[in-house]
């Protein structure tokens, strides 16, 4: 703590993202990455521009990466706003589109996002000082989007939902959709689970002037790596998180990532392959699971939300540690006996069923 930190960097609970420890190797199932490597195009792509280009600044519209998003998207490249990874366009969403005090006269209403999800939301809430309220998940840990028809400064919602997995049908966003366009508000939706089987919100986007979908390279396209994400919605939202990008870094994305990421936008037919063969072991690893005794929650994600028969999670969490396996424990009271299991490949997930079958059984 410095005296010289103003009150929101003071009240600030930083974002930790999953542990990358480097004390051995590990089996690492704790930060939803792909298991398996980007396509071959990536490879190609970036050498190409590492020797023909480095030299020069990389282009700040980001045109080649950005029409590339626009057809995989089906949308014009003026609906299209790229970024430095999912989660600088989230912060420039939360600083663009979401209201402080420092906004408007008075109080503003707080945005909403439920409880549980994506934990970098509150931080950004706090670090832009925006009111914000949480909104609990159902029972079965699905989201009520009736729950969200009340007044608010604006939705931010993961579909499917982290560290859940659970998605809605982009059909059941419409009426949040129109609701919040009457009161003037945004809704965005954090859609960077979403190549695993549920479907995307993006057409509704094209209804909707206040609509925008995020969307990141690092999970369904296995380059976490290079961090690369966009965003799409109405051009006027566009703007908006261009004026926010352009009064921080206007070269915000590296030559390098915007090449690899264009490529892997042009090669479906690699991604779909991996996608599936990621969607079969999340689907075989739950059914393994429940017929041991475990409850798993279904997913549409690359991840599995979980709950050992008689185990604690943070007990487990620490057995599979020491087993060289990394999984995610939430340390909150209605996730205590919850792990988050990232899917890995068929190998490292059968190397996981048997370490859970040894413990269930100790
Ligand atoms: N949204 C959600 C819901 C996530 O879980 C993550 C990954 N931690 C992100 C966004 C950010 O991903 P990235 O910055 O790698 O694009």
């Not at 009111?131 to 989201?143: K, R």
């Not at 919100?201 to 390279?217: D, G, I, K, S």
């Not at 008689?310 to 087993?323: D, F, I, N, T």
Request: contains cysteine; hydrophobic residues 40%; proline residues 8%.
């Amino acid at each position: 703590m410095s005296r010289f930190w103003n009150r929101r960097v003071r009240n600030l609970e930083p974002y930790v993202p999953g542990e990358q420890p480097r004390d051995r190797q590990y089996i690492k199932l704790n930060t939803n990455e792909n298991p398996y490597p980007p396509s071959p195009a990536v490879f190609e792509a970036i050498h190409r521009a590492a020797s023909d280009s480095l030299r020069l600044y990389p282009d700040p519209e980001c045109t080649e990466f950005r029409e590339a998003a626009a057809r995989a998207c089906r949308v014009k490249p003026e609906w299209v706003f790229a970024g430095n990874g999912s989660d600088e366009i989230l912060a420039f969403v939360f600083a663009a589109f979401f209201e402080s005090s420092a906004d408007a006269p008075g109080e503003p209403l707080p945005i909403l996002f439920p409880d549980i999800t994506y934990s970098f939301y509150p931080v950004y809430a706090g670090l832009w000082d925006i009111p914000a309220g949480t909104i609990p998940l159902t029972g079965d840990f699905s989201v009520n989007v009736g729950d969200y028809l009340v007044p608010s400064g604006g939705v931010i919602l993961p579909n499917p939902n982290a560290p859940t997995g659970k998605a809605l049908a982009p059909g059941d966003l419409v009426p949040l959709a129109e609701y919040l366009l009457k009161q003037g508000k945004a809704l965005v939706i954090d859609e960077a689970y979403v190549g695993f089987g549920a479907e995307s919100a993006v057409a509704l986007t094209a209804e909707y002037p206040n609509l925008l979908t995020v969307h990141t390279l690092s999970k369904s396209h296995s380059l976490a790596g290079l961090r690369t994400g966009f965003a799409i919605g109405h051009p006027d939202l566009v703007e908006g998180l261009r004026r926010v990008r352009d009064s921080f870094n206007s070269y915000t994305l590296d030559r390098l990532a915007l090449a690899g990421a264009a490529a892997a936008l042009g090669d479906n037919a690699y991604y779909d392959e991996v996608n599936r063969k990621v969607a079969a072991t999340r689907d075989r690893v739950s059914r393994e699971l429940r017929d041991m005794g475990f409850s798993a929650v279904p997913s549409s994600a690359n991840f599995i939300f979980i709950k050992a028969p008689g185990l604690p999670g943070k007990q487990l969490h620490e057995a599979l540690r020491s087993r060289g396996i990394l999984v995610r424990h939430f340390n909150k009271p209605r996730t205590a006996d919850y792990l988050r299991v990232s899917i890995g490949t068929d190998d490292e997930m059968d190397i996981f069923l048997s370490e859970c079958r040894k413990l269930i059984r100790s």
